[in-house]
């Protein structure tokens, strides 16, 4: 019975995953990706972990003549996509105003933009939130979240979500553990609760620092 | 906040399977270990469903238990986080059984039902 007047109301069983429209669109830029042999890596973090920096790094060093493109996920302004850009490589905004996250759809959009050739790489950066980007799937191939050693070595286990869906765990900003009362396995022994199979590379974005093992892991992805 | 989006995704999914029919409740499964809050889409349930023919439905909320098995030693374990430590073995390598779920189970639909007062239709 309606609860609301009292009517007969009709049952109907829908048996349904709430998000089970974000899945089919992460599912199809999942194929889009494959069909272009394109590798897209999915980069997660608080904010201010430094996902741009390492981004700008990246796009330095990754030689060998791999093309990449970014897609660039913020609540607001363009300040991401115009850093990126000043490397010399090409970079679509999205804004998501209110939103906290970047969905399947956004992403979509954005690929079609930025348009990017076959064998290429296409990075994107999520907004940075540690929460609410874990449960959308975009149809990226791997997803790595960046975790600064200035936030604190118990960060995994606050945030199980996001660093139990992780391929790849980077731990940035190491240059400056001389300074911090970081502890190194703490942090491993933490992150190993929520996720026994994520590799974790200790880098820092500025100094270059552990950026070749970072190179050769995105090389192993293509 | 995704429960927001989580929300927005739940009428979206409703409305697109049964149209303009009035909806008069609606249940869902939310997991305990689904990562979203039952308290935070209840809150936004009301907003989201305005203007919609789900405006005004008794919301019914479903949140299994967690369950958890350990890949170790076998055992099963109920846990209401995902930090799943075994408590026989110690071990971390556990497999949830559930309390992930995130589903629309069912909608009551009533063609004859009022809509509430002030809504549009
Ligand atoms: N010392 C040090 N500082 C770093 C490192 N990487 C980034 N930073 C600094 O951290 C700050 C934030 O870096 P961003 O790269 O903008 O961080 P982000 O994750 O892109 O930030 P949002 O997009 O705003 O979420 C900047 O001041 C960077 O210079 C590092 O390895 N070491
Ligand atoms: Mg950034
Ligand atoms: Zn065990």
Same mark, same amino acid.
């Given at each position: 019975m309606c609860a609301t007047c009292g009517c007969s109301g009709v049952t109907v069983e829908l048996e349904q995953r709430v998000l089970a429209h974000n899945d089919d669109l992460a599912h199809r830029n999942r194929e889009w990706f494959a069909e272009r042999e394109v590798l897209a890596v999915n980069l997660m973090s608080s904010p201010g972990a430094g996902k741009t920096? &390492? &981004? $700008?790094? /990246?796009? +330095?060093? &990754?030689?060998? *003549? !791999? /093309? !990449?493109? @970014? @897609? $660039? *996920?913020?609540? $607001? /302004?363009?300040?991401?996509?115009?850093?990126? +850009?000043? /490397? *010399?490589?090409?970079a679509v905004q999205i804004n998501t105003g209110a939103g906290c996250h970047l969905d399947a759809?956004? &992403?979509? +959009?954005? !690929?079609?933009e930025l348009d990017p050739p076959t064998r290429s790489v296409v990075f994107v950066e999520n907004v940075g939130n540690l929460v609410c980007p874990a449960l959308f799937d975009l149809g990226e191939s791997y997803r790595v979240v960046i975790m600064s050693a200035t936030e604190g070595e118990d960060k995994p286990l606050k945030y199980p979500h996001m660093f139990g869906t992780a391929d790849v765990v980077v731990l940035n900003k190491v240059d400056l553990l001389p300074h911090l009362d970081f502890a190194v396995d703490t942090f491993v022994r933490s992150l190993r609760q929520v996720n026994q199979r994520a590799e974790i590379l200790p880098l820092s974005a500025t100094t270059g620092a552990g950026i070749d093992a970072w190179c050769g892991q995105l090389r192993d992805w293509m | 906040m995704h429960e927001l989006a989580v929300t927005q995704a739940i009428i979206d999914a409703i409305t697109e399977k049964t149209g303009e029919a009035r909806i008069c409740s609606v249940r869902l499964e939310i997991g305990v270990l689904s990562g979203v809050l039952v308290d935070a889409v209840r809150f936004c349930f009301d907003l989201v469903a305005e203007g919609t023919p789900v405006e005004g439905a008794v919301l019914v909320v479903d949140e299994p238990p967690g369950r958890v098995r350990c890949r170790d030693c076998d055992e099963v374990f109920g846990a209401d986080h995902l930090i799943l430590l075994c408590p026989a073995c110690g071990s971390a390598h556990a497999e949830v059984l559930s309390g992930r779920e995130l589903l629309i189970k069912s909608v009551e639909v009533s063609p004859a039902c009022a809509p509430p007062a002030g809504a549009p239709g």
């Open positions: 920096t &390492l &981004l $700008e790094r /990246t796009i +330095r060093d &990754l030689d060998g *003549g !791999v /093309t !990449v493109s @970014v @897609v $660039e *996920g913020d609540q $607001e /302004t363009a300040f991401d996509a115009e850093r990126i +850009r000043a /490397t *010399g490589c090409r759809a956004m &992403l979509a +959009r954005a !690929v079609h | -």
